[in-house]
Each structure stands twice: as structure tokens, then as C-alpha cells.
């Protein structure tokens, strides 16, 4: 599993109180770890802050399973040439 | 007079502060300025790297409002902490709701750049909802140039934009904040018709009994309103067929807010009647929060985010 893939689970994990085991990248945040749809802002937040990235209000949107987390953050880091804050 | 220029009337003669946080959009800018020299209301626009003379301009990343703000959020939040919560309010939509939430505006009007869910979280988690009311919704205010006897026929559609499939609760909720809203923006007395392929127990099936219910939870929400329900739209709006087919109702025969049982109905009916009667359409205008939001649609004017605007400082002028 790749770091990112790691650090996006522990704060999905940490903000819906889900234990880590449960957590794989097939899981829908609404329909498997008991989010509310309205607080996939609120997720996207946790993972700037995580990653000391900025992402836009509509892209928390189209990140609807932890897969797709991942990716999205991979993506960022890769074009702004930055892993870590 | 349209009725735009009864909503620019109406929101001059006490001036509200509208927060615009889309600044960055060029039609947003042309919109504020027409507000402030119009003095429809007192614009805020949020934005970076803006500045425009007598415009009142906040950029959120250089506010001070931004650490009271994020302070506020995270205790009110079990599991976001400061650090998160500046993340969401450095967001110039979600500062723009925490700035209503707080008093440092009366409304928001949004959406010209993002998606009405984006305006609907942001809007859910910083402002919130209403007393009884769980969900956001919308309604639609139709003006038809012409209908039986009378001109310019006013008529308040729900929910043709936001809720796919609601729950009898749920439509109940709709029916009840849509026609306060009515009643407090039009200035008229809202009789509210639950409309269905059904009246009064003709047809027999689930969706019916879906609007049944709805009709029976909404007069326990608000008994002070006049409802009544289920109707086919015949039944609701014309006199003559209400007569034959519902006995002692005042709302068949002369509804002036229609309730759809669902987001196809509603929004199928509110696109014919712009259509096909040649109505004109103002809306969605979003309800159910606890301080008026409204969603700009992406292809929205100068002009339509001044007059949405002014619906907005209206709605404002009645939360007392």
C-alpha cells in the first residue's frame, strides 16, 4: 500500500470513527462508512490538512470512495511536485 | 410592474448585507456593483486579489474573521479539529455561509461557480436548517402571463430541484416551509395543494398513499396553514372541476402553491409551464436553512444575480 494510501485511510478512519480494518478502496464513504452525504466537505478538509493541499469545493463531489481519495490526492501531489507539508 | 422590480422595490426599502463569494466571476463583480449603486442591498464580496472603490471586499485567507470562524466550527464539531476547520473556511463558499451563520450577513447568493451540492453542504453545515425541517429544498415562483380570468397569475411550484424521491415526512416538510416562504416573500395567503395523480382517495396505490400521509404529517407541523391534499392538478387549480370532485375544500379550486410528489413531477411540470404556457420562472430559490442561501445557476446573468439578490434581501427582511 503506497503512503498516501495509508495516511487517506488513517484520517477516513480518525473522522468517521471506523475502525481501519473496515476500510478498503472499494468502500463509499456514504453507503459503506456511514457518512452523511453533506460531509464529504468536511472529509476533503481533513485530507488538505492531511496533505497540506487545497482542493476545490466541488471536487469533494466526485471523491466518493477511498480509491478515489487516493487517487485524487496522488494526482495533486504529483502536479504540484509536493508529498509532504 | 414585474415582479423582479417589486423584489428591487421591496429590498431598498431596508437595506439587507448580502454576501457574494464567487468574486472572482466577472459577473458577480458587474452584479455587486449594480447592488450597491442600485441600493438594493449592501454587497460583500469575497474574493482574492480584488479591489473595486466602495466595494466591500474580504478575501478569507487574510480575514481575521478566518480564526473566528475556525474556532467557532471546531467546537462546535466533535471530531474537526482548528486545523480542519480553517481548511473549510478558507473556502470562500463556506466563509461566506459561516459570515450569515454568524451575523456578519443576512443572506448568501451563490453557485454561479459551483455545484448546487457544494452550495447545499456548505450551506447544511455552517448555516442550518430550520426548526422541524431536516432537508434543504427549493421552490419556483411562476408567473403566468394569463390564466382563466386573470393576468399575470402567480403560482409557487416545490420541490422541482433538489429532492429526487422525498419521503411523506419529508414532502410534508416541503409543503410546509414552501408555502411560510410564499406567504412571506409574495405577501399572500398560501393555500397549499398536495398534488397527485389521485383525489380524495380516487386511485388506490403506495404513491397515493406517499401524499396522504404527507397531507396528514404537514397539518401536524403547521395546523395554522391552509393544506389539503391529495388532489389531481385539475382538482387543485380549477374551480369548476374542484366543485365536481372534492367537497368542502379551500384549497381545490384555488391553489396558489403546488407540492409535486416527487423531483420528476415538479420539475417536468415547472419546464412545461415555462414552456408550453409561457410562464416566466424565478428560482429555484433554496429554503429550508435557518438564514436565506440561494443557488445561482452556472449560466446566470449580471442581471439575473441582481434581481435573485433582491429575493434574497427580501427573505431576509422577514426573518426578524
Known amino acids: ?85 | 410592474m414585474s415582479l423582479i422590480d417589486t423584489f428591487l422595490e421591496k429590498a431598498r426599502k431596508e437595506k439587507k448585507r448580502i454576501v457574494l463569494p464567487e468574486g472572482n466571476d466577472e459577473r458577480i463583480l458587474q452584479a455587486a456593483r449594480t447592488i450597491l449603486d442600485k441600493g438594493i442591498a449592501t454587497p460583500v464580496v469575497l474574493g482574492k486579489n480584488l479591489s473595486l472603490t466602495g466595494l466591500e471586499i474580504i478575501n478569507p485567507d487574510t480575514s481575521p474573521l478566518l480564526d473566528k470562524f475556525a474556532s467557532l466550527y471546531a467546537a462546535k464539531k466533535e471530531n474537526i479539529t482548528e486545523g480542519i476547520a480553517r481548511k473549510l473556511v478558507r473556502k470562500n463558499l463556506f466563509f461566506g455561509c459561516m459570515m450569515v451563520a454568524h451575523g456578519e450577513a443576512d443572506g448568501i447568493v451563490a453557485g454561479i461557480a459551483h455545484a448546487t451540492a457544494s452550495v447545499l453542504q456548505s450551506a447544511g453545515l455552517a448555516i442550518g436548517y430550520l426548526k422541524d425541517v431536516h432537508i434543504p429544498s427549493s421552490f419556483f415562483i411562476m408567473v403566468l402571463p394569463q390564466f382563466l380570468e386573470e393576468k399575470n397569475k402567480i403560482l409557487v411550484f416545490a420541490d422541482c430541484a433538489v429532492n429526487i424521491n422525498p419521503s411523506a415526512q419529508e414532502l410534508a416538510e416541503i409543503a410546509v416551509t414552501t408555502g411560510k416562504n410564499a406567504g412571506d416573500i409574495l405577501g399572500i395567503e398560501p393555500r397549499i395543494a398536495f398534488l397527485s395523480f389521485s383525489t380524495k382517495g380516487s386511485a388506490s396505490h403506495t404513491d397515493a398513499d406517499k401524499v396522504i400521509k404527507a397531507v396528514e404529517i404537514a397539518h401536524g407541523i403547521a395546523p395554522e396553514l391552509i393544506i389539503d391534499g391529495e388532489l389531481q392538478l385539475d382538482a387543485a387549480l380549477i374551480p369548476r372541476v374542484a366543485q365536481k370532485k372534492v367537497k368542502l375544500s379551500e384549497v381545490a379550486g384555488h391553489a396558489n402553491v403546488l407540492i409535486f410528489p416527487d423531483l420528476d413531477s415538479g420539475n417536468i411540470a415547472y419546464k412545461l409551464t415555462q414552456y408550453l404556457a409561457g410562464a416566466t420562472a424565478y428560482g429555484p430559490i433554496l429554503q429550508g436553512f435557518k438564514k436565506p442561501v440561494c443557488d445561482l445557476s452556472r449560466g446566470a446573468t449580471a442581471d439575473d444575480v441582481v434581481g435573485i439578490t433582491a429575493i434574497v434581501a427580501v427573505q431576509a427582511q422577514r426573518r426578524h
Open chain 1, 1 to 85: 500500500m503506497s503512503e498516501v494510501a495509508e495516511r487517506v485511510k488513517k484520517v477516513v478512519s480518525r473522522q468517521l470513527k471506523v475502525q481501519p480494518e473496515k476500510i478498503n478502496e472499494g468502500s463509499e464513504f456514504v453507503k459503506d462508512l456511514g457518512a452523511e452525504s453533506i460531509q464529504s466537505i468536511e472529509l476533503v478538509a481533513a485530507f488538505e490538512e492531511e496533505f497540506g493541499i487545497t482542493m476545490d469545493e466541488d471536487a469533494a463531489l466526485s471523491v466518493r470512495t477511498v480509491g478515489t481519495a487516493i487517487e485524487f490526492i496522488e494526482k495533486h501531489l504529483s502536479e504540484t511536485g509536493r508529498n509532504n507539508e
